[in-house]
């Protein structure tokens, strides 16, 4: 076999955002495309010659084509191993393991994440690096430069591999090994939660429903609930991967996931209901009449990760991004441990998971965490849900307010408004930074603004700053309004609008989500004038 040097041109717009470069599917179709950027990957990185790179997907459209270009490259460019997933098929969370148990020098994770698929889709392409992490933004900085001025991609002259097959194989002087993902990672999750526990409650009656939605969580859920914990066949639902997820859009909120939801608020609900999004990273959590928000599935994770054997010595610290609520600060203040505040990505956790800083992570887009991959994990928050249901005996509807009576209730929504045109919604946002400094001491209804700024955050360990990270307007007593403009969509822009009002223990904590926040939603627009910017009268989502 030889080598091939393929002439190229830079293609504009390929800056990595916070998880990876994302562009519609007939983007990456162009001849070259995916090819430059996996190239200017490897060229910035500087390849270590024998060293070994993990590939893998979350089986949307488009994946075989791409991993197999991508292991001609990887041989060119001087890895000694590949390792891919069976069916090119590794979920984000796993993927991470598989490079952390490996000593891989870095992984392509082939996926948009919760972003629909099919040829019509969305498609992407994230390298992470040896913890297992998200590159940060260091090395993204430095694969866009590369980007810009490539003139050519390597590629090693040989067939496609058998990608279904658990074997190996050579390219060129490059082994490529197809693994069991699935059992690695299982593995992982019996070494850290109690898997007897949460099988005596399954024995003793206790019930629920998965959704994969038809995404890369489906073989790792059948492998983990119903084979290795005894719930019921059929308690994973659209368990089989497809590459464009059943026509359905991948994300686990309860738009998306609205039959989970009807399920768990009827009659015939299960004790606890839960599902994870196109690449495994992300989760719901439903108990019976019960939907637990991002933010406060977070807070009680925390307050309850003593129960699990992988975390009885306690844990070290939380951190949550900025626009997450502040449920858990007040837990970390109750087990007096740090928590860190840190702008949106994974990547940011990297250091303070690696540092011992912190243990437990989360972002109120439904990604929560720990220290045993670098990665957020939709099934790994979903099993500590099911071994502190074990443990303590209750439903998820009594931990939820036994928790809001010790630590007061963060009533939290996000208001999503999508696929807006950029110029307008970069325009609301120099606008809203501009007022920031007149804001403090303005009332605006009932609400009084105590401080308002443009977050912006040092990392503890090695010192780095991102500024212009997203804009806090808080108010006294605790409440607040964020405003994000988000780096994980195809087209337009997406304004986020996140609303958070605190209300504290012996409050009214029953009150209906939307009610509780009335006052905030009239707040945002008086700042804002989203209806003036966007034309929109309502968000696309509310999550």
């Known amino acids: 076999m030889t080598v091939i040097t393929h002439l190229a041109r830079p293609f504009p717009g390929q800056k990595p955002g916070t998880s990876g470069l994302r562009k519609k599917v007939q983007v990456f179709q162009q001849p070259g495309y995916a090819e430059t950027f996996i190239q200017s990957v490897f060229d910035a990185i500087g390849v270590e010659a024998g060293s070994t790179l993990v590939i893998g997907g979350d089986g949307r459209f488009h994946n075989r084509t791409v991993i197999q270009q991508a292991i001609r490259i990887a041989a060119a460019n001087g890895y000694g191993r590949v ?5 090119g098929i590794v979920s984000t969370p796993a993927a991470s393991h598989v490079i952390r148990k490996y000593r891989a020098s870095g992984g392509l994770i082939l996926s948009a994440s ?3 698929g099919g040829p019509e889709g969305d498609f992407g392409i994230k390298y992470n690096i040896a913890n297992g992490g998200p590159a940060p933004e260091a090395v993204t900085e430095a694969i866009y430069a590369r980007t810009q001025v490539i003139n050519r991609w390597l590629a090693e002259d040989s067939a496609d591999i058998d990608l279904d097959a658990i074997d190996v194989s050579q390219v060129g002087a490059m082994t490529v090994e197809v693994i069991d993902s699935v059992a690695d990672y299982a593995a992982l999750m019996e070494s850290v939660f109690d898997f007897a526990a949460i099988r ?27 084979r290795r914990l005894g719930f019921a066949p059929g308690t994973v639902r659209n368990g089989e991967p497809l590459e464009d997820f059943g026509g359905h859009h991948p994300d686990p909120n309860l738009v998306h996931a609205h039959q989970l939801h009807a399920l768990m608020m009827g009659p015939d609900a299960p004790d606890f209901g839960a599902a994870s999004d196109g690449d495994g990273d992300r989760n719901l959590i439903i108990g019976r009449g019960r939907f637990v928000t991002p933010s406060d599935s977070l807070a009680v994770l925390a307050a309850n990760a003593h129960l699990a054997p992988g975390y009885a010595a306690g844990i070290k610290g939380i951190a949550r991004s900025m626009p997450t609520s502040a449920a858990a600060d007040r837990v970390a203040e109750a087990l007096g441990v740090p928590c860190f505040e840190t702008p949106t990505g994974w990547k940011f956790f990297g250091t303070l998971l690696d540092a011992g800083k912190a243990t437990i992570c989360g972002e109120e887009s439904a990604g929560t965490g720990s220290d045993h991959v670098r990665e957020k994990d939709g099934l790994w928050a979903v099993l500590l849900w ?15 307010r036994e ?7 963060n009533y939290y929504a996000r208001h999503d408004y999508e696929a807006i045109d950029s110029a307008a919604a970069n325009a609301l946002i120099a606008e809203v930074t501009a007022a920031l400094p007149a804001l403090p001491g303005r009332r605006i209804g009932a609400l009084v603004v105590a401080a308002a700024d443009s977050f912006s955050y040092t990392d503890p360990v090695d010192g780095s700053t991102s500024a212009n990270q997203g804009l806090r307007v808080m108010f006294e007593g605790g409440s607040r309004v964020v405003f994000r403009l988000s780096g994980t969509g195809t087209e337009g822009a997406t304004l986020r609008v996140y609303l958070e009002a605190y209300e504290p223990a012996g409050g009214a904590l ?18 804002a004038g989203i209806v003036r910017h966007t034309g929109r009268a309502a968000p696309d989502v509310v999550t």
Request: aromatic letters at 6%; hydrophobic letters at 50%; charged letters at 20%.
């Open 403 to 409: 928790h809001w009576s010790r630590f007061g209730r």
């Open 114 to 116: 919760h972003n629909p």
């Open 83 to 87: 390792l891919v997933g069976q069916g």
């Open 510 to 527: 029953d009150r209906e989500t939307g009610d509780a926040l009335s006052a905030l939603v009239a707040a945002a627009e008086a700042i």
């Open 200 to 226: 005596r409650a399954v024995d003793a009656g206790m019930t629920m429903a998965f959704d994969a939605m038809s995404a890369v969580t489906g073989p790792y859920a059948v492998e983990i609930l119903e």
């Open 386 to 400: 099911l071994n502190v249901l074990s443990v303590r005996g209750q439903s998820v509807d009594a931990i939820v």
